[in-house]
C-alpha cells in the first residue's frame, strides 16, 4: 500500500514560488504516473499536472510555462515548482499515483494560498 506525503505548500505573494513535494512510502513509485490536482473552495478538484512513468509531463493550461513537475525515482518523490504564482492558484493541493484502476493512491493535500 502506497502512502503519500505533500509538503512545501503555504502562504505566498503574487509573482511568488514555492515547490511543492510529494514523498511515496510503502512501495516503489517508479511505475506510476504521477499527478498534481487541486481543490479550491466550491469549486470541484481539477488537475493540474502529471508526469507518466516514463516521464513524459501534461499540464493544464493554465499554469503551463510556470509550473514544473518533475520526479525523482531515487527519492521516490515527486514535486511540483510553482513560479509566477497567482491569488487562482489559492488552493488545497492533493498528490497522485496510479498504475491502474485498483492502484491508485493519493495524499492528505497541502495548502497554497496566493495573496494579492
Known amino acids: 500500500q502506497v502512502q503519500l506525503v505533500e509538503s512545501g505548500g503555504g502562504l505566498v505573494q503574487a509573482g511568488g514560488s514555492l515547490r511543492l513535494s510529494c514523498a511515496a512510502s510503502?512501495?516503489?513509485?517508479?511505475?506510476?504516473?504521477m499527478s498534481w490536482l487541486r481543490q479550491s473552495p466550491g469549486k470541484e478538484r481539477e488537475f493540474v499536472a502529471t508526469t507518466s512513468w516514463s516521464g513524459t509531463t501534461t499540464y493544464t493550461d493554465s499554469v503551463k510555462g510556470r509550473f514544473t513537475i518533475s520526479r525523482d525515482n531515487a527519492k521516490n518523490t515527486v514535486y511540483l515548482q510553482m513560479n509566477s504564482l497567482k491569488p487562482e492558484d489559492t488552493a488545497v493541493y492533493y498528490c497522485?499515483?496510479?498504475?491502474?484502476?485498483?492502484?491508485?493512491?493519493w495524499g492528505q493535500g497541502t495548502q497554497v494560498t496566493v495573496s494579492s
Open positions: 497522485r499515483a496510479r498504475a491502474s484502476s485498483v492502484d491508485d493512491y
Open positions: 510503502g512501495g516503489s513509485v517508479r511505475l506510476y504516473n
